[in-house]
């Protein structure tokens, strides 16, 4: 079955940097859109950034020249830097393929990680 490992959470001060690791097991890696996805106390989910199996990768205007997405054998990752409070939450991994990942269609995603904390103070 398919397994997501997230790791690299903790608390940093405003300012600092980050970077989480998602290791993914029983799906073929590169035929699957990786995303990472970030839960606020609160709030809904909501897409920080992906890395589609084409490629080409996506940010949120929240993150967009902050953060970079990359993938690698088998794991993805989000290196953030400059990180501010609002970037505060749970970050989830995500594994999905089709149309529906391509538009960024949260749907898409049909494996899901644990999740792993970030907070920014």
């Known amino acids: 079955h398919v397994q997501l490992v997230e790791s690299g959470g903790d608390s940093v001060q405003s300012g600092g940097s980050l970077r989480l690791s998602c290791t993914a097991s029983?799906?073929?890696?590169?035929?699957?859109?990786m995303a990472w996805y970030r839960q606020a106390s609160g709030h809904e989910r909501e897409l920080v950034s992906n890395a589609r199996s084409d490629g080409t990768t996506y940010y949120s205007s929240a993150v967009k020249d902050r953060f970079i997405v990359s993938r690698d054998d088998g794991t993805v990752y989000l290196s953030m830097d400059r990180m501010k409070p609002e970037h505060t939450g749970m970050y989830y991994c995500a594994a999905g393929r089709g149309y529906a990942c391509f538009t960024l269609r949260t749907s898409g995603y049909t494996s899901w990680g644990q999740g792993t904390q970030v907070t920014v103070s």
């Open positions: 029983g799906l073929p890696f590169g035929d699957f859109d």
